[in-house]
């Protein structure tokens, strides 16, 4: 495989001054963001009227969870089109609509890309099935024969990661590879025709005016020589802590840097960003050398615990791990693969990105805009998932009658029961699906979110929707905030973390007591919580509590 060396100079001095290196970006989930039509399921039209409440938040840039044809087998992350809008979604002209709006409104819009799989009803895969085993259709998937005397056994021991066998056998005998759900046949990557594919689809989407893409398992695309077994180690247990036959191989890279040469053929500044699980963030910076891709999602700071120790040793790897690459740090909370944080936060043991229970709301809620606070005062990027400005909680009572993820019915996957951070978000404190749309909900809402509306939340300046605004504003306007690559420590107590930038400094109170600490000079641009009383050069730090000082 082509090691990487560092990249003309030219290369660097770009990168250091994109957009992106700094930027807040929103993750839209289109079903669940906001419904024109009323068929209960969220559409570009809605997405697009929607756009000035984006802009107004003040994020950067918009990314979109896939919205091609798909048939829905995993929301859309199964594409039977990439250069198609699911009609459930709307049409090319909508989508045409929606970058022009956003682009107006001086917005960003990132689409996601997903080249590790398509659908089982992609044409290339019904052919594939269609003309059987040694056709050249075939060869764009993994076919193989099974093993034993009649073939009856999948050709490896690799499970999917929505849990059993990532192998499923067809009418003629043959197996085929499945990473995710048996509609998700995996491509091969080794094979010309799909390199192409995607290098076209790549500019049909930057032909229409985007500006980058979120690669979806951006780490999975090539897999090692021969398919080798694992040899019968606990799969789950080893993903994402070991290296594996399917993920992150070297390969991948050649990919991205073709993509790297296409996105600059481009003006404007487009970027790419990995979604890349890794076993270590020195993995994770591979995939953002200068010739790569420009960011990946930072997950072992959204696996991050809330404990002082633990934020801190992931802020200081984050940070030393992009240096020698020149690729700024990302920051993300939440997603729609993961419990939404402020749910995460509301238990007082330490659990992981996946759990059952809603815990201690007020705690979670609390520890949540603390959270928010520290991740935006970090150099670099950060992602914020739709609904977390509006302090929603996952909703972890959903009937099991109304699931649609389809890591919960093939059980004991990594993922599952990913429908909680999914529910549709509320717009008005009544009416039809909380505003989300003249129908009704695709998923139901839990009675709490008219509460948690944006109307509600709107000009209340105790709520999390005007933290939001006014940290997003803050971060604007003031020139050590989300600059640069590195931050100072400051002394500080046991639980409490406190670091500076320039005239900035940020202190978050990890702990659930008041702790007093030395008063940082200036004043007090935000807090998450209750603004911390000081006097006598002390200032006492409420629990649970993240604020911003500037000199
Ligand atoms: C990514 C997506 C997830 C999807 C999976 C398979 O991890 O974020 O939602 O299920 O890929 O495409």
Redesign the pocket.
């Known amino acids: 495989m082509t090691q990487h060396t560092a990249l003309p100079e030219t290369v660097g001095e770009a990168r250091a001054t994109g957009w992106w290196r700094d930027a807040v970006i929103y993750q839209v989930y289109p079903r669940s963001f906001a419904d024109a039509d009323g068929d209960g399921m969220g559409d570009l039209e809605g997405i697009r009227s929607r756009l000035p409440y984006l802009a107004e938040l003040g994020v950067d840039a918009v990314w979109l969870s896939p919205f091609y044809a798909s048939p829905q087998a ?2 859309g ?2 594409v039977a089109d990439y250069r198609a809008i699911d009609p459930m979604f709307g049409t090319l002209l909508d989508a045409d609509a929606l970058i022009r709006d956003a682009h107006e409104l001086g917005l960003r819009i990132i689409v996601d890309l ?1 080249p ?2 398509s659908s089982d009803q992609h044409e290339w895969f019904q052919r594939a099935l269609r003309e059987g085993p040694g056709s050249p259709a075939r060869a764009r998937y993994h076919f193989r024969p099974g093993k034993g005397a009649d073939g009856s056994q999948p050709p490896n021991d690799w499970e999917s ?1 929505f849990g059993g066998p990532a192998w499923t056998r067809v009418e003629d005998g043959e197996w085929y590879l499945h990473l ?1 759900a048996p509609e ?1 046949p995996d491509f091969n990557w080794e094979h010309p025709a799909v390199a192409d594919e995607f290098r076209s689809i790549l500019r049909f989407w930057l032909d229409m005016g985007v500006d980058g893409f979120r690669v ?2 951006a780490h999975g695309l090539v897999k090692a020589e021969g398919l080798p077994d694992l040899g019968g180690a606990d799969q789950l247990k080893l993903l994402g802590s070991d290296a594996m036959p399917f993920f992150d191989q070297d390969g991948v890279h050649d990919v991205y840097r073709s993509w790297r040469k296409i996105l600059e053929e481009y003006d404007g500044d487009r970027i790419a960003v990995a ?1 890349a699980w890794t076993p270590t963030v020195e993995r994770t910076a591979n995939y953002v050398r200068p010739d790569e891709l420009h960011q990946a999602f930072n997950f072992q700071y959204l696996g991050t615990h809330w404990d002082a120790a633990e934020l801190r040793s992931v802020i200081d790897n984050s940070l030393e791990a992009m240096r020698p690459v020149g690729a700024p740090a990302t920051w993300v909370l939440s ?3 993961v419990t939404r944080h402020a749910t995460r936060f509301a238990h007082d043991q330490h659990l992981g990105t996946q759990i059952r229970d809603a815990g201690d709301r007020a705690l979670g809620l609390r520890r949540a805009r603390a959270a928010t606070l520290l991740m935006l005062a970090l150099p670099g990027s950060a992602y914020v998932y739709q609904g977390e400005e509006l302090g929603l909680p996952d909703v972890t009572d959903l009937p099991d009658e109304v699931r649609q993820d389809p ?1 919960y019915f093939r059980g004991a996957g990594q ?1 599952g029961f ?1 429908d909680g951070c999914r529910v549709p978000i509320p717009w008005t404190t009544g009416g039809t699906s909380y505003g989300f749309g003249p129908g009704g909900s695709w998923l139901p809402q839990p009675e709490v979110w008219g509460s948690l509306s944006v109307e509600a939340q709107t000009g209340d300046p105790d709520s999390t929707l005007e933290l939001y605004r006014r940290a997003l504003a803050t971060r604007r306007e003031h020139p050590d905030l989300g600059a640069g690559e590195s931050v100072a420590w400051v002394d500080a107590p046991e639980g409490v973390l406190v670091l500076r930038r320039g005239a900035f400094v940020c202190t978050a109170n990890v702990t659930g007591e008041p702790v007093r600490i030395p008063a940082p000079a200036g004043r007090v641009l935000l807090a998450s919580g209750e603004t911390p009383a000081v006097s006598g050069g002390e200032a006492v730090l409420a629990p649970d509590t993240t604020v911003w000082w500037s000199e």
């Open positions: 995993d929301a992350y199964d997903v590790n799989h990661i995710f998700q979806d398992v979604e997603n729609h693969d890591a993922d990913r």
